[in-house]
């Protein structure tokens, strides 16, 4: 901490001078997380926060589909990512072509995409959701469509596992995320075994075997929002490893351990690029106007539901 100090005082300070506001993702290292972020939470909050900012410019700490739904909630601002690489897999996964041909086979039945995602395939969707509130919103569709099915895409687990938590039927795709598949059920039982008094907790990105096996399974800040309730003496949270430093300060009775996953490219975004992005205003991320317009109609609708 001591070593950044300087680093993150001069980004306050730009970032003040410049009406700028940095959106950080919860899995951003603590230095960033602590130091710099504005406002921290899930893909959810990031995208609330957002649509209701009022900086002219946005620092989005997080991957490039995060940049994206900003600058699709705030057509007029700037919004810049620190390293244009910082992608995701599940985003990777399909393109807009995929779910035209997806909408092709199942006429009448709603798109819900994930929000991690790219405006390209936001604009073929009717309606976002996360991971936060995507049974939710499968309902919510269903209702609204008068039909028992929906397409749940692009990840094939979180499907899978608000499948088990709903009666519509969900037609999913195979995306993955490159963190979260890697966690399987001998790990968990490997954790018990290990530490048989911790709780375990999981991203709904995880395979549901997993979550079977966890005692919680919730979002990034759903997660965190639990070990406040509940102050557990010992947890493991089965997700990205910054995740647990990050909350490690507000739940000082608990002892966070368990395996350490990294996702390259949440890492890419650091202090220094991130200063970098405040002083020479780059990298900027642009959304077509009419693709943002279809986009946002869909990000939209999941921002307007009541928590
Ligand atoms: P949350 O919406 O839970 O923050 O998840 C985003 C993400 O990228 C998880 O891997
Ligand atoms: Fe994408 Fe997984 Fe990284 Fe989240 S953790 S940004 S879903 S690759």
Redesign the pocket.
């Given at each position: 901490w001591q070593l950044h100090a300087p680093l993150i005082a001069e980004i306050n300070r730009i970032k003040r001078e410049k009406n700028a506001v940095i959106l950080a993702h919860n899995?951003m290292a603590p230095e960033i997380f602590h130091g710099v972020g504005d406002y921290v939470g899930d893909s959810l909050g990031l995208a609330r926060e957002a649509a209701r900012s009022d900086a002219d410019i946005i620092i989005q700490a997080g991957?490039h589909f995060m940049a994206e739904t900003s600058k699709v909630l705030c057509p007029d601002k700037k919004v810049l990512i620190p390293d244009l690489k910082a992608g995701?897999?599940?985003?990777s996964s399909i393109t807009g072509a995929d779910v035209r041909l997806i909408k092709q086979r199942y006429p009448g039945i709603p798109v819900v995409t994930y929000v991690?995602t790219t405006a390209d395939v936001k604009a073929e969707t009717d309606v976002c959701c996360t991971s936060a509130n995507a049974v939710q919103v499968v309902e919510w569709a269903a209702k609204e469509w008068g039909v028992d099915k929906v397409i749940l895409i692009p990840d094939e687990f979180l499907a899978r596992n608000v499948a088990a938590q709903t009666d519509v039927k969900i037609i999913a795709w195979q995306g993955r995320?490159?963190?979260?598949e890697r966690f399987n059920a001998q790990d968990i039982a490997d954790m018990r075994q290990a530490w048989p008094d911790a709780q375990i907790l999981a991203h709904p990105?995880c395979p549901e075997e997993v979550l079977s096996a966890a005692d919680f399974a919730g979002s990034t800040a759903a997660m965190n929002d639990w070990v406040v309730d509940h102050q557990p003496k010992q947890v493991v949270l089965i997700t990205?490893c910054s995740m647990a430093s990050n909350i490690q300060a507000q739940s000082p009775g608990t002892q966070f351990i368990g395996p350490c996953m990294m996702?390259p490219?949440?890492k890419r975004i650091t202090l220094e690029n991130i200063l970098d992005a405040l002083v020479n205003e780059q990298f900027e991320v642009t959304v077509e106007p009419e693709l943002a317009e279809r986009a946002r109609l869909a990000v939209q609708r999941m921002i307007d539901m009541p928590p």
């Open positions: 899995y991957v995701c897999s599940l985003a991690n995320c490159e963190v979260h990105e990205e996702c490219h949440m």
